[in-house]
């Protein structure tokens, strides 16, 4: 069974930095791509960051700059440093990865199981 495993998180202070790890277990064919979403308190789920098995990221507006996105293809990982971090960019990180299971399957959508993350002095 495949499961997108969670690490990092937690509090900090506005200006600190955070990374989160997610690590893919079980069996894969190919993760096309990897990625970040995140929802505040009362709003919807938003992209934060994704990127492409061959490297290439993608990054939400508010958090260019601050957040580097990263992954290893040997190990089916993917991290999202964040740095500069701001009061409303707390929320639940869910890890997100588009997945192919066997070379006769489709890709499909997975998702972790969420971190917080909160940003208050």
């Known amino acids: 069974q495949v499961q997108l495993v969670e690490s990092g998180g937690g509090l900090v202070q506005p200006g600190g930095s955070l990374s989160l790890s997610c690590a893919v277990t079980?069996?894969?064919?190919?993760?096309?791509?990897m990625g970040w979403y995140r929802q505040a308190p009362g709003k919807e789920r938003e992209r934060v960051a994704t990127?492409?098995?061959?490297?290439?990221?993608n990054y939400a507006g508010s958090v260019k700059g601050r957040f580097t996105i990263s992954r290893d293809n040997t190990k089916n990982t993917v991290t999202l440093q964040m740095d500069s971090l701001k009061p409303e960019d707390t929320a639940v990180y869910y890890c997100?990865?588009?997945?192919?299971?066997?070379?006769?399957?489709?890709?499909?959508?997975?998702w972790g199981q969420g971190t917080r993350v909160t940003v208050s002095s």
């Open positions: 997100y990865a588009y997945l192919r299971l066997s070379s006769s399957g489709p890709y499909d959508d997975y």
């Open positions: 990127i492409f098995e061959s490297g290439e990221p």
């Open positions: 079980g069996n894969i064919l190919s993760s096309n791509m």
